[in-house]
């Protein structure tokens, strides 16, 4: 389990925290909030280094940015476009959707990949090619995810099918050979090694083990934990979920509290009990930082809580 060192907090929003991104190098941190600021954060420092209004004061619902740290994005609520910054030249420009999209993320490229009903596309931003579905899904898709390495997208649907694809083509890795019956969330290691699933109706999250090369993607059940609910209140209402390994993870929700997950020991751990409910967070493992709005201070305020 873990202990809390101290928590910082940083008030430059004036309005909830509702997104955060943590470069690769995780030396940068991106926050976007309802009174329409993109920020960046020097993590060390903690002096912001870039900071953005998109869209003339609109409330920002999501943002993320690019594994080089070049592009960063920014969608208000409806999601009907997308702005896109480049932090080297500090040009943006707006690229306009087919329909509602769902939390448009970096590829490994510098692409954008996102998703609608039961279709993945992907934008290039680059290259001006425009915009290109690379997978059809059996049914609706309801969770989707890329790697932290950006290279491969993790997709449930409604059926509770699970697609690995890579990022780079959509071309499909591997479908986990598992029926599930309620999906409630998909998690993926950093180094792209593990893979957690929860199912809410069958009350377990499995844990699998990702074995890849450049031609085949090999998948071992290694544990499946039951009767969660035991050990760990409202997990499957969580909206974020960082597995870190095979062994641990942090999860929060505007349902769910901050908890530590240790499945090794079947425990679960709320961090701080002052924290509050919060569906956002990022973590840089490096430091040994969490990054969380707090919502228990006053609006705006940016909380970064140290841990051993």
């Known amino acids: 389990m873990i202990s809390i060192k101290n928590i910082i907090t940083l008030s430059k929003h004036t309005d909830l925290t509702e997104s955060l991104a943590l470069s690769h190098d995780e030396q940068v941190l991106m926050s976007a909030g309802r009174d329409g600021n993109?920020?960046?954060?020097?993590?060390?420092?903690?002096?912001?280094?870039?900071?953005?209004?998109?869209?003339?004061?609109?409330?920002?619902?999501?943002?993320?940015?690019?594994g080089n740290s070049?592009?960063?994005l920014a969608c208000f609520g409806q999601y009907k476009e997308i702005h896109v910054i480049d932090m080297t030249t500090k040009q943006s420009f707006f690229v306009p959707l087919l329909e509602h999209c769902t939390f448009p993320l970096f590829g490994v490229d510098n692409s954008i990949i996102s998703f609608t009903k039961n279709l993945v596309y992907k934008i290039d931003i680059t290259g001006?090619?425009?915009?290109?579905?690379?997978?059809?899904?059996?049914?609706?898709?309801?969770?989707?995810?890329?790697?932290?390495?950006?290279?491969?997208?993790?997709?449930?649907?409604?059926?509770?099918?699970?697609?690995?694809?890579?990022?780079?083509s959509g071309f499909p890795r591997a479908v986990i050979p598992k029926k599930y019956s309620k999906i409630a969330f998909i998690s993926v290691s950093d180094d792209d090694s593990w893979l957690v699933i929860g199912d809410k109706q069958a009350n377990c999250i499995d844990v699998w083990r990702l074995c890849m090369?450049?031609?085949?993607?090999?998948?071992?059940?290694?544990?499946?934990?039951?009767?969660?609910?035991?050990?760990c209140e409202n997990i499957f209402e969580c909206e974020y979920f960082n597995l870190v390994s095979q062994d641990n993870a942090y999860v929060c929700g505007t349902l769910t509290p901050l908890i530590y997950?240790?499945?090794?020991?079947?425990?679960?751990?709320?961090?701080?009990?002052?924290?509050?409910?919060?569906?956002?967070?990022?973590?840089?493992?490096n430091m040994k930082k969490i990054y969380i709005p707090l919502t228990s201070e006053s609006l705006g305020t940016l909380g970064i809580v140290s841990y051993t």
């Open 261 to 285: 997950i240790d499945f090794t020991h079947q425990k679960a751990q709320v961090i701080d009990k002052e924290i509050g409910y919060v569906a956002s967070i990022a973590i840089n493992k």
């Open 70 to 72: 070049r592009f960063a």
């Open 128 to 168: 001006h090619n425009g915009i290109n579905f690379i997978f059809r899904a059996d049914s609706r898709i309801n969770t989707f995810q890329i790697s932290r390495s950006r290279k491969n997208i993790i997709i449930s649907t409604r059926k509770n099918t699970i697609h690995l694809l890579d990022a780079l």
């Open 213 to 231: 090369d450049k031609s085949q993607v090999l998948l071992t059940l290694v544990a499946s934990h039951s009767s969660v609910h035991k050990w």
């Open 38 to 66: 993109l920020l960046c954060w020097d993590t060390i420092s903690h002096d912001i280094i870039h900071s953005w209004c998109p869209y003339n004061g609109f409330e920002l619902y999501h943002a993320d940015m690019s």
